[in-house]
């Protein structure tokens, strides 16, 4: 096929999708459960401290559009951008869909950022406010000093905390209790909804933009792949600010009509008591949950399946809940590679390509790859609708994301067996996978760089019994950096980490070094500076 040819077809696919949307958008979906079955639990809360509450779905519409009105009445306007940093919260879930109700864009931020990270989050959408919580008042207060105003919640996940003396805030509960006024608008699936930054290979994350179309895309996939129905409870605990929880569970169960449990993060302890009390049927898993719950007595349970990256037998065995395997991006917004779960194939496979979506598998002059064989992931949606509308803010960064004919690349690489089952092999991308985040090398290697201590370095990932990988990077001190110690350069390493990068971002261990491998273009071989490292396998 020609590229122009190509061209044609993906206007006409492109031009379908959004008419699949037509009249749709977030508030129209909440709207559709809110009249069908008002009563019906949306949000169950279970704090680890503090009263526990539930959100049915006409008081999660109502506290939303109130929320909206709040937000309205303060200047906020359709379009407008939402700084949202918050950790797993009711508050989260009405704010977001309060930005939905309002037409502004949510932007869900990491809470373990530094200031660096969110002063740059918010310069980069001109964010005209932020929503947050009384630990990070200060935190958001002086890294953000050009919003326009400061919303701040009366506790932290569940506990009742004060702001700082002396920062300037609006009370949270007092934009809730805004009557109900929102400005007309106009239901357009392909407004813009959301954002979320994400790992890339440059020095700072990229501003992932959804629209409505977006998140619809998300939640009805999303249930089609789990076959969710009124019916189901999810357990979540990882992290709303990160497409998993935010599409996988919480939009998954928005379009089913199910139920979301919410707890703040995960808790070994209070796992199954939350699960049997609640009668979750399922949950997105990491490894990390797997290996905190074996050895635990297992009481009886509702549970179908748990989602996880790959499909696990020994979790069948360990737990007698089926696992199933799933693959997606921030910018894929649900699978694009997902098991079944009658037919789950191979242990540790992904599954197969989603029926929603086109895969190829190549090598890097472009050829197809036969089975058995590793090779580089890409992936073909509509942008706007199944894949991510672009990075918000970086057009250079978009355009490179996608080939000639529309295919985005992943930068992951995976293979294929002979069965068409597709396994995880590695990552194309310099990136590290530290427990459930991605992790670019290039922006740790940008901070040591900048302490101006060292003449070259690199970050690679070393195994890690507990969170996969870790970061620890490789150095060659300049005369600045050899004048001093070790030791003493080590801590000054970490702890401009420290002070410029979320924690999960800080490196472990710094090995200083004469030299360091190149390959034959003289990069720096960083698979052989891997191999050097051993696994960590407890108590680091």
Same mark, same amino acid.
């Given at each position: 096929m020609t590229n122009s040819s190509q061209g044609a077809l993906n206007t006409q696919i492109t031009q379908s999708s959004e008419l699949s949307m037509a009249g749709m958008d977030i508030p129209w979906l909440l709207e559709q459960w809110a009249d069908k079955t008002p009563d019906k639990p949306f949000l169950i809360w279970e704090p680890f401290s503090g009263e526990g509450d539930s959100w049915s779905y006409k008081r999660l519409q109502d506290e939303s559009r109130a929320l909206a009105s709040g937000l309205a009445k303060k200047g906020v306007k359709? %379009?407008?951008?939402?700084?949202?940093?918050?950790?797993?919260? /009711?508050? !989260?879930?009405?704010?977001?869909? #309060?930005?939905?109700? $309002?037409?502004?864009?949510?932007?869900?931020?990491?809470? &373990?950022? +530094? #200031?660096?990270?969110?002063?740059?989050?918010?310069?980069? +959408?001109?964010?005209?406010?932020?929503?947050?919580?009384?630990? !990070?008042?200060?935190?958001?207060?002086?890294?953000?000093?050009?919003?326009? !105003?400061?919303?701040?919640?009366?506790?932290? =996940? %569940?506990?009742?905390?004060? =702001?700082?003396?002396?920062?300037?805030?609006?009370?949270?509960?007092? $934009?809730?209790?805004?009557?109900?006024?929102?400005?007309?608008?106009?239901?357009?699936?392909?407004?813009?909804?959301? +954002?979320? !930054?994400?790992?890339?290979?440059?020095?700072?994350?990229?501003?992932?933009?959804?629209?409505?179309?977006?998140?619809?895309?998300?939640? &009805?996939?999303n249930a089609a792949h789990m076959r969710l129905v009124q019916d189901d409870i999810t357990l979540t605990f990882l992290p709303l600010?990160?497409?998993?929880?935010?599409?996988?569970?919480?939009?998954?169960?928005?379009?089913?009509?199910?139920?979301?449990?919410?707890? /703040?993060?995960?808790? #070994?302890? &209070?796992?199954?008591?939350?699960?049997?009390?609640?009668?979750?049927?399922?949950?997105?898993?990491?490894?990390?949950?797997?290996?905190?719950?074996?050895?635990?007595?297992?009481?009886?349970?509702?549970?179908r399946f748990w989602g996880t990256g790959a499909h696990i037998p020994m979790v069948n065995e360990l737990f007698g809940i089926e696992s199933i395997g799933w693959w997606g991006m921030t910018e894929t917004i649900t699978h694009g590679i997902i098991t079944d779960l009658d037919h789950p194939g191979p242990a540790l496979n992904m599954g197969r390509a989603a029926l929603e979506y086109d895969i190829q598998i190549r090598h890097p002059d472009g050829r197809m790859v036969k089975p058995g064989e590793k090779g580089h992931l890409f992936i073909l949606g509509v942008p706007g609708v199944s894949l991510f509308k672009e990075y918000f803010g970086d057009p250079d960064a978009t355009a490179k994301s996608f080939d000639e004919n529309g295919w985005f690349d992943t930068g992951d690489i995976v293979r294929a067996d002979i069965s068409g089952a597709l396994f995880f092999a590695d990552r194309d991308k310099d990136m590290l996978k530290v427990g459930a985040e991605n992790v670019a090398a290039s922006e740790i290697e940008t901070i040591i760089m900048a302490t101006e201590l060292i003449g070259e370095c690199a970050v690679v990932a070393q195994k890690h019994y507990m969170l996969d990988e870790v970061p620890v990077v490789f150095v060659i001190p300049n005369p600045a950096g050899a004048a001093l110690a070790a030791e003493e350069l080590k801590t000054k390493l970490v702890e401009s980490c420290t002070i410029n990068l979320a924690d999960f971002k800080v490196v472990r261990d710094v090995h200083i070094v004469d030299s360091l491998p190149r390959s034959t273009l003289e990069k720096i071989a960083k698979n052989e500076l891997r191999k050097r490292l051993p696994k960590i396998e407890s108590g680091k």
């Open positions: 359709a %379009g407008d951008f939402v700084l949202i940093h918050l950790d797993n919260s /009711p508050e !989260f879930v009405i704010s977001w869909f #309060a930005c939905a109700q $309002l037409g502004a864009v949510a932007v869900s931020t990491n809470t &373990r950022s +530094v #200031a660096r990270d969110l002063s740059y989050f918010s310069d980069h +959408v001109s964010a005209v406010c932020a929503i947050t919580q009384p630990c !990070f008042a200060k935190l958001i207060n002086d890294s953000c000093p050009d919003i326009g !105003f400061l919303a701040v919640t009366d506790n932290d =996940v %569940g506990v009742a905390a004060e =702001v700082d003396a002396g920062i300037n805030y609006l009370p949270f509960a007092e $934009l809730l209790n805004t009557p109900i006024n929102l400005p007309e608008r106009t239901t357009d699936p392909m407004a813009n909804l959301a +954002v979320q !930054f994400t790992s890339g290979t440059t020095s700072r994350p990229k501003a992932v933009l959804w629209t409505h179309a977006n998140a619809l895309w998300g939640a &009805r996939v600010f990160h497409t998993n929880a935010q599409a996988y569970s919480m939009l998954g169960s928005l379009w089913g009509g199910g139920t979301m449990v919410l707890q /703040p993060k995960f808790s #070994a302890s &209070r796992f199954w008591p939350v699960s049997v009390k609640h009668q979750c049927t399922w949950s997105s898993m990491i490894p990390f949950a797997f290996k905190a719950l074996a050895g635990q007595k297992m009481p009886e349970h509702n549970y």
